[in-house]
């Protein structure tokens, strides 16, 4: 199973930009979907935005034209490029990587240990 490590978040000010990284400790050829989650203060962990093996993308409703993921199966990390962002973009971004099988090996979900985002002036 893959573990997940974040890299990227910061403070930054309203309008402005942000990329997270999330790179696995193996290949993610096999993962069918990856994705990035955010939970604020007293929210539940919501979807940001998803890719899978083959590149589709879907994109909660929220980021669509400011969020861009993008993932490497060769350097296997997903990004997500976050431009124009809003106070309330302000969260904990987890990354996720699908339940996938490799072989005769089958593994779970994979998370992130998360990356603080806040956006403030």
């Known amino acids: 199973q893959v573990q997940l490590v974040e890299s990227g978040g910061g403070l930054v000010q309203p309008g402005g930009s942000l990329r997270l990284s999330c790179a696995a400790s193996?290949?993610?050829?096999?993962?069918?979907?990856m994705g990035w989650y955010r939970q604020a203060p007293g929210n539940q962990r919501e979807l940001v935005a998803t890719?899978?093996?083959?590149?589709?993308?879907f994109y909660e409703d929220s980021v669509k034209g400011r969020f861009t993921i993008s993932r490497s199966n060769v350097q296997n990390t997903v990004a997500l490029q976050m431009n124009s962002l809003k106070p309330e973009d302000t969260a904990v971004y987890y990354c996720?990587?699908?339940?996938?099988?490799?072989?005769?090996?089958?593994?779970?979900?994979?998370w992130g240990q998360g990356a603080q985002v806040t956006v403030s002036a």
């Open positions: 996720k990587a699908d339940p996938y099988c490799s072989g005769d090996v089958c593994y779970g979900v994979s």
């Open positions: 193996g290949s993610i050829a096999s993962i069918p979907a």
């Open positions: 890719v899978t093996s083959g590149g589709s993308t």
